[in-house]
């Protein structure tokens, strides 16, 4: 399998608030390549929110802006290009939603949610969460809501899965963006 692992933090619960990116590319079954980035957002952190993933406003402060780093990641966000992402929609709204924020063009993709695949080959687990998961498969989810070990760990479960069900198996799961 071929695709890139998606995972985004935000500063608060507006969408367009990314805070922290990760990228996990995936070639022919083997994560290839990794990036990671802090996200200086033009907007408040929540308390809520840093509380989650632990990303303060001073973290950030030097950080790039979502314009800046979308020459450098847009790219992977081709409609030949698979994005994967665990609660996908979650993800993929806050890619939209900052895309729009800044007035940028929208681009279209496939997109695949392991939360979704979760729920479909594993309906005897407690919950589809990724901690959940990821305890369930023994994939190590070494701190999770840290965007760069989230993606990863997406990205191992979508492995896991297409190596016990087969690839066929996830094929009606892909939605185009």
């Not at 895309?99 to 309906?123: A, C, G, M, N, V």
């Not at 990724?130 to 760069?148: E, G, P, S």
Request: glycine share 2%.
């Amino acid at each position: 399998m071929n695709f890139v692992a998606i995972d985004f933090e935000t500063a608060n619960p507006k969408r367009y608030s990314a805070c922290s990116l990760a990228l996990t590319v995936v070639k022919n079954n083997q994560i290839a390549d990794q990036f990671y980035s802090l996200i200086k957002p033009d907007t408040d952190f929540s308390w809520r929110n840093i509380q989650v993933h632990g990303i303060t406003e001073k973290q950030v402060q030097n950080a790039p802006s979502f314009p800046e780093l979308w020459p450098h990641i847009q790219n992977f966000f081709t409609p030949n290009n698979l994005i994967v992402a665990h609660n996908a929609s979650f993800d993929s709204s806050v890619l939209l939603r900052t895309l729009e924020h800044y007035d940028i063009t929208l681009p279209h993709y496939q997109l695949l949610d392991t939360l979704r695949t979760s729920k479909k080959f594993f309906k005897d687990f407690e919950n589809h969460k990724l901690d959940t998961i990821c305890n369930n498969l023994n994939i190590d989810l070494k701190h999770h809501h840290n965007a760069l070990f989230d993606s990863t760990a997406c990205a191992e479960i979508l492995l896991y899965q297409a190596n016990l069900f087969g690839e066929d198996q996830l094929q009606p799961f892909i939605k185009i963006k």
